[in-house]
């Protein structure tokens, strides 16, 4: 089993910044990749970045890719979501997830091959 929890949402303007976190507890962290869902109201669970265990290589939906990072710590069992230039479609409730290391990376994308999730952080960027 692994915990995940969750910090760092808030209420922010547009353009500015936030950093997410998700600390793990429970089994090996640096067995599981890594990755950062969110969820609008009326929407689904969508994607936003994974990363690899070693944290050597990561991902992102079309829609942050140059404005989000994705790291991890894996000596402190977190990850990170560093948000920039936040705009006001980015409010969501964010979700990190973990999952093993036996799939391709389009199958990290999809929510269904995660195995553990936090309870989510809630974003919201204001115009």
């Known amino acids: 089993q692994v915990q995940l929890v969750e910090s760092g949402g808030g209420l922010v303007q547009a353009g500015t910044s936030l950093r997410l976190s998700c600390t793990a507890s429970?089994?090996?962290?640096?067995?599981?990749?890594m990755g950062w869902f969110r969820q609008a109201p009326g929407k689904e669970r969508e994607f936003v970045a994974h990363v690899t265990w070693t944290g050597g290589s990561s991902y992102y939906a079309d829609s942050v890719k140059g404005r989000f990072a994705i790291s991890r710590d894996n000596a402190k069992n977190t990850v990170y979501l560093q948000m920039n230039s936040l705009k006001p479609e980015d409010t969501a409730v964010y979700y990190c997830g973990a999952t093993r290391p036996y799939y391709s990376s389009s199958d990290y994308a999809r929510a269904e091959f995660y195995d553990y999730w936090g309870q989510g952080t809630r974003v919201t960027v204001s115009s």
């Open positions: 429970g089994r090996t962290f640096t067995s599981y990749v």
